[in-house]
């Protein structure tokens, strides 16, 4: 079976689906890699080094779409409103598609595929189980974003982050607040913590608490902290108004005190929980910096304007919109490790079908192809997709075949 890596359709998109040193374990699985060229340039991947590592090169991209049987991409058709092209034009039904669709935010362009006969798979929709850690792509990329979002914050700072003790007198560590301690939350606080800032944490989930504590963040608790705030696959259930309406008054104070508050609390398929209101902004000292880490969900400042960097009543408001894109080379790794793992994976579970070319049987016994199966013959075929879209259940046989 070919498996192809498209440059992706994005221009603002700067991450290639696939990087040359994982090549080879494809190889090892009797796959063969076809590049499009200058794919993996903006990441810092020469097409030279995939050629090395023993991929060969598609002049084009309408070359590429039409001799992979799997298409291998960062953002999916779904997360790619302004693209200079429409992938979708290029496929042809039966082929298979994996990478970050964004399925529950966008359900209706699942049906796009599901029209033209393509056969997809959502890295978002990975089930949280110890088997697909090495294919969790969600992780890997907050762990950038995380991170990333720290730098910003400290470049925009009118402040050093740690305390230094100069011939002109102390100089005390700033203030970071990370809002939501999940995996983005952790990055930002480790990195916070690693430039010397004096950092505090919150999240709803107790669970928490620990992780953010051995980082070095001093938790906060609010009396407000429910097991019930997350779901059985460890993602952050969204709660009432009334409970956000309390939350907010009691961490008014916080964010009032702190130099930076990096907010992360999102959830998916849903608009973001407003945490911070107009009123809080106004009461923090100016100069501050705030980081909407969910900006790409709507916010979780009140006055946050999605790929905006504003300034509202003297603090700083950043809205990043895709920030594992402006770290390319390590986000490519770190994604090309997790979709080979579960491009394998998909081989192991389902060997190529007897009297079909470039085919695979779905082992749909297999929980972690079950559960991120979008579309496949011509349906939307997941359940959580096809309620949003308000379709009736849909009973897919265990053993039915895929291409």
């Known amino acids: 079976m070919i498996v192809g890596v498209p440059a992706e359709s994005s221009p603002e998109e700067r991450r290639v689906a696939l990087v040359p040193a994982v090549v080879p374990a494809l190889a090892k699985a009797g796959l063969k890699v076809l590049v499009e060229r200058s794919a993996g340039e903006k990441a810092g991947f020469s097409d030279a080094a995939y050629e090395e590592q023993g991929a060969s090169l598609s002049p084009d991209q309408i070359h590429l779409f039409s001799a992979a049987d799997i298409l291998l991409k960062v953002r999916g058709l779904v997360t790619n409103p302004d693209a200079r092209r429409n992938d979708l034009e290029f496929m042809r039904p039966g082929q298979i598609i994996l990478g970050l669709l964004n399925p529950l935010a966008a359900p209706e362009a699942t049906q796009r595929l599901a029209a033209r006969g393509v056969t997809s798979f959502a890295l978002e929709l990975l089930p949280r189980i110890g088997r697909a850690q090495a294919m969790d792509a969600m992780t890997s990329m907050a762990t950038v974003a995380g991170y990333k979002a720290v730098l910003l914050a400290a470049g925009l700072l009118g402040k050093m982050f740690p305390m230094m003790?100069?011939?002109?007198?102390?100089?005390?560590?700033?203030?970071?607040?990370?809002?939501?301690?999940?995996?983005?939350g952790l990055q930002a606080i480790a990195t916070a913590r690693r430039l010397g800032a004096m950092v505090q944490a919150y999240d709803v989930r107790p669970a928490v608490k620990e992780q953010a504590e051995s980082l070095g963040a001093k938790f906060i608790e609010l009396g407000m902290e429910s097991k019930e705030a997350e779901t059985a696959g460890g993602y952050a259930k969204a709660m009432d108004e009334e409970f956000y309406?309390?939350?907010?008054?009691?961490m008014r104070q916080v964010v009032a005190k702190s130099d930076v508050v990096i907010s992360t609390a999102a959830v998916p398929g849903k608009k973001a929980p407003i945490l911070i209101t107009e009123e809080m902004v106004k009461g923090m000292h100016p100069g501050s910096v705030i980081v909407d880490l969910a900006s790409e969900s709507g916010g979780n400042c009140e006055v946050t304007r999605p790929g905006e960097t504003v300034e509202v009543h003297g603090v700083t408001i950043v809205g990043p919109l895709n920030l594992?894109?402006?770290?390319?080379?390590?986000?490519?790794?770190?994604?090309?490790?997790?979709?080979?793992?579960?491009?394998?994976?998909?081989?192991?579970?389902?060997?190529?079908?007897?009297?079909?070319?470039?085919?695979?049987?779905?082992?749909?016994?297999?929980?972690?192809?079950?559960?991120?199966?979008?579309?496949?013959?011509?349906?939307?075929?997941?359940?959580?997709?096809?309620?949003?879209?308000?379709?009736?259940?849909?009973?897919?046989?265990?053993?039915?075949?895929?291409?």
């Open 165 to 184: 003790i100069t011939a002109a007198g102390t100089i005390t560590p700033a203030r970071v607040f990370v809002m939501g301690a999940g995996v983005a």
């Open 245 to 250: 309406r309390r939350q907010r008054e009691m």
């Open 324 to 403: 594992p894109s402006t770290i390319p080379y390590h986000a490519s790794f770190m994604y090309a490790k997790n979709i080979s793992a579960f491009l394998l994976n998909l081989v192991k579970a389902g060997l190529p079908a007897v009297g079909m070319a470039g085919g695979l049987q779905l082992n749909l016994e297999d929980e972690i192809v079950r559960d991120t199966l979008v579309t496949h013959n011509g349906e939307v075929v997941n359940s959580k997709v096809r309620e949003l879209l308000g379709l009736p259940a849909l009973t897919v046989s265990s053993n039915e075949r895929g291409s």
